[in-house]
């Protein structure tokens, strides 16, 4: 019997060892009785074992300057024409997403302050570049430590920080048109987070097929990790427009700084996201093809 460390009672030692063998025992018998179950925990070992909370946290920061720069370029650009509101904070949460609230509050900087708007449309434009390309580079990194292939080099910085942009502006936007998109049928709000679902399936499926994998993997090897991708940004986007769009606009209660850790939540449970795809399919393609 091992004896209690320092200052552990024996007492609860003994509970500490109880509850550990009855974890245990929940594993062995979640193995051999669950499907699936191995290769989650297979999965789970090898995040664990390759850093995956660190890389996530990486992938997070890379994604929030990159988000503060596209925010400034969309604040300046609608800051032209768009007229203050009040409730705009929750609308642009409710309808268009946290990207969009990151420009809507960058327009209320640009109204508020002294600084001109092309300071801010050139400035924005420059490190959207910068920080896309350092973005697209965070993602090549996981992908390749999951896939266990070489990192790509990145020789067209530009063009791929075009891409990352592009695709993650146009996701964006596509989600923002299926969410807004009501069907007047029986049960047409279903409908319509399945439609959301699946698309968001599918632009998963592009992206993660497009990011370093191993040589021989096939669209469908992207799949596993393509649906959790999805359930999850799917997750992410019912819970902005439920739960914290009218919380946004409660500038008494939030203000700043509750938009700003909601955004930052926001960014690392999608960098989770990614880091969980890569290796739930680099796993499950291993097994399948060893």
Aim: proline letters at 4%.
């Amino acid at each position: 019997m091992t004896e209690s460390t320092g200052t552990e009672p024996p007492a609860e030692a003994g509970r500490r060892r109880r509850a550990q063998a009855y974890g245990q025992a929940l594993v062995a018998q979640a193995r051999e009785t669950t499907p699936g179950a191995e290769t989650a925990l297979i999965v789970l070992d090898r995040e664990r074992s390759s850093g995956g909370g660190l890389l996530a946290g990486g992938l997070a920061y890379r994604f929030f300057f990159w988000l503060v720069s596209i925010g400034a370029v969309g604040g300046a650009l609608s800051s032209f024409w768009a007229a203050e509101d009040p409730a705009d904070l929750e609308d642009a949460a409710r309808s268009l997403g946290l990207t969009a609230t990151a420009a809507e509050s960058f327009r209320d900087a640009v109204n508020v302050g002294t600084t001109p708007r092309w300071v801010f449309l050139a400035g924005g434009s420059v490190l959207t570049l910068w920080f896309g390309a350092s973005a697209l580079r965070a993602l090549c990194i996981v992908f390749a430590l999951a896939w266990r292939v070489p990192v790509p080099k990145i020789r067209r910085r530009v063009r791929g920080a075009l891409a990352f942009s592009g695709a993650a502006v146009g996701i964006s936007a596509g989600a923002t048109s299926l969410s807004a998109f009501e069907l007047d049928v029986p049960g047409g709000r279903l409908l319509g987070f399945a439609i959301l679902l699946a698309f968001y399936a599918g632009a998963a499926t592009l992206v993660l097929s497009a990011l370093p994998h191993a040589h021989g993997a096939r669209p469908r090897d992207h799949l596993p990790g393509a649906a959790v991708l999805a359930l999850g940004m799917w997750g992410v986007n019912v819970w902005v427009a439920v739960y914290l769009a009218p919380r946004l606009g409660r500038e008494g209660v939030y203000g700043a700084f509750g938009t700003s850790t909601a955004i930052l939540l926001w960014l690392y449970v999608c960098a989770r996201l990614f880091t969980a795809a890569a290796f739930i399919n680099a796993t499950i393609w291993e097994r399948r093809t060893t």
